[in-house]
């Protein structure tokens, strides 16, 4: 049983030396007012592992080739994603494949193009999407490559799978979503 951990908030000064863990391993920033969802999240993975505080779980998951560090990663991250998550981004990257699509040079050098954090792949099959509507069906024969990245296997594994969840589609017209699911 973990004793004093199970309700107590991460302390300030662990708190720092979680988030320069994480800046230092993931480039994730946890602002200090994410202090109580970092502490809770920490205080599961505590309970998983019967570690008894916050200091020994994190020379646990600071020790060289620790298996419990993918874990912790997995469980800091949101994972939240959808089809066009954050429309002003797509119409951004839309307005910027239009001016590429003017460089006479593309068809033959493609373009390669990287969603990091990308979550179960939502955000890179929407770029696939915007993709299409900008250079037509095949992409108007121009070689693309998208490679999607992420630090929590438990999202890449769902990603693989080639499902997405419900509400993937929430932020997606009707029209386009049956475009899309056809």
């Known amino acids: 049983l973990v004793t004093g951990v199970q309700t107590c908030a991460l302390p300030i000064s662990e708190f720092k030396q979680y988030h320069d863990l994480i800046y230092r391993i993931a480039g994730i920033h946890y602002p200090a007012e994410k202090r109580e969802l970092l502490s809770n999240r920490i205080r599961k993975r ?4 019967s570690e008894n505080d916050y200091e020994s779980y994190l020379q646990l998951i600071g020790r060289a080739h620790s298996r419990e560090l993918q874990h912790f990663l997995d469980s800091i991250t949101t994972n939240e994603t959808y089809f066009f998550r954050c429309q ?3 119409d951004y990257f839309k307005s910027w ?3 590429k699509k003017k460089d006479p040079d593309l068809r033959r050098k493609g373009l390669r193009l990287w969603s990091a954090a990308a979550s179960n792949g939502a955000e890179a099959c929407t770029m696939l999407i915007v993709l299409h509507q900008v250079f037509g ?3 108007g024969g121009m ?3 998208i490679l999607g990245t992420d630090l929590s ?3 890449l594994d769902e990603a693989r799978s080639g499902a997405f969840r419900p509400y993937a589609l929430a932020q997606t017209s ?3 979503s049956t475009q899309i699911l056809d």
């Open 174 to 176: 009707p029209d386009l």
């Open 97 to 99: 494949l239009e001016e």
């Open 137 to 139: 069906e095949g992409f």
């Open 88 to 90: 002003r981004h797509w």
């Open 153 to 155: 296997t438990q999202i």
């Open 46 to 49: 505590i309970r998983a592992t």
């Open 143 to 145: 070689p693309v490559e």
